[in-house]
T-cell receptor
Framework: AQKITQTQPGMFVQEKEAVTLDCTYD???????LFWYKQPSSGEMIFLIY??????QNATEGRYSLNFQKARKSANLVISASQLGDSAMYFC?????????????FGQGTTLQVKP | DSGVTQTPKHLITATGQRVTLRCSPR?????VYWYQQSLDQGLQFLIQ???????AKGNILERFSAQQFPDLHSELNLSSLELGDSALYFC????????????FGPGTRLTVL
């Protein structure tokens, strides 16, 4: 069964430093997509970055990059040059493409606090 | 602003009652998803509609039902409410049924007393 695991309930990082949020996944589907979402204290879910299982290169979006290691089934989010506004909950999610639906399976989330 | 709207923003009701949550997808998006976020269960997929038809079903209780109307807005109906139904309910939308980019609404926070 498909599963997303985020083992870090909470993380601290100093402002302007880089931080890595861990995500491992389990699926038997050879075709899948991996997502990261940010949820600030206000509650909305903000899409950050997407990685397809067949993508040759790691995805990047501004200060966000996804360290995709397919053999290890990991999809860690790297945030460079952390800002105070990065303090939020971060969710890793997966979609199995052969289902031909948009159903997302989410991990439990990691709370990131950026210290000034 | 994702372009997905949800009403109401907050809802407080009593056990046993029935409520309706409403979602309007982004302009041009044909697919609508409902997710529930609770402290116990985390973020869970409930159901997906695409162009008016049910596309996928997740862990949605029988007391819950949803539909997508011809104008593509969607409603999630929750009945015989229990304390455990208190949660943040998100609607998301995407252009295609496969939803590689799902845009989430601000959510409806439901409190059952």
């Amino acid at each position: 069964a498909q599963k997303i695991t985020q083992t870090q309930p909470g993380m601290f990082v100093q402002e302007k430093e880089a931080v890595t949020l861990d995500c491992t996944y389990d699926t038997s589907d050879p075709s899948y997509g991996l997502f990261w979402y940010k949820q600030p204290s206000s509650g909305e879910m903000i899409f950050l970055i997407y990685q397809g299982s067949y993508d040759q290169q790691n995805a990047t979006e501004g200060r966000y990059s996804l360290n995709f290691q397919k053999a290890r089934k990991s999809a860690n989010l790297v945030i460079s040059a952390s800002q105070l506004g990065d303090s939020a909950m971060y969710f890793c999610a997966m979609r199995e493409k052969t289902s031909n639906t948009g159903k997302l399976i989410f991990g439990q989330g990691t709370t990131l606090q950026v210290k000034p | 602003d994702s372009g997905v709207t949800q009403t109401p923003k907050h809802l407080i009701t009593a056990t046993g009652q029935r409520v309706t949550l409403r979602c309007s997808p982004r302009s041009g998006d044909l697919s609508v998803y409902w997710y529930q976020q609770s402290l116990d269960q985390g973020l869970q997929f409930l159901i997906q509609y695409y162009n008016g038809e049910e596309r996928a079903k997740g862990n949605i209780l029988e007391r819950f039902s949803a539909q997508q109307f011809p104008d593509l807005h969607s409603e999630l109906n929750l009945s015989s409410l229990e304390l455990g139904d208190s949660a943040l309910y998100f609607c998301a939308s995407s252009v295609e049924p496969s939803g590689n980019e799902q845009f989430f609404g601000p959510g409806t926070r439901l409190t059952v007393l």
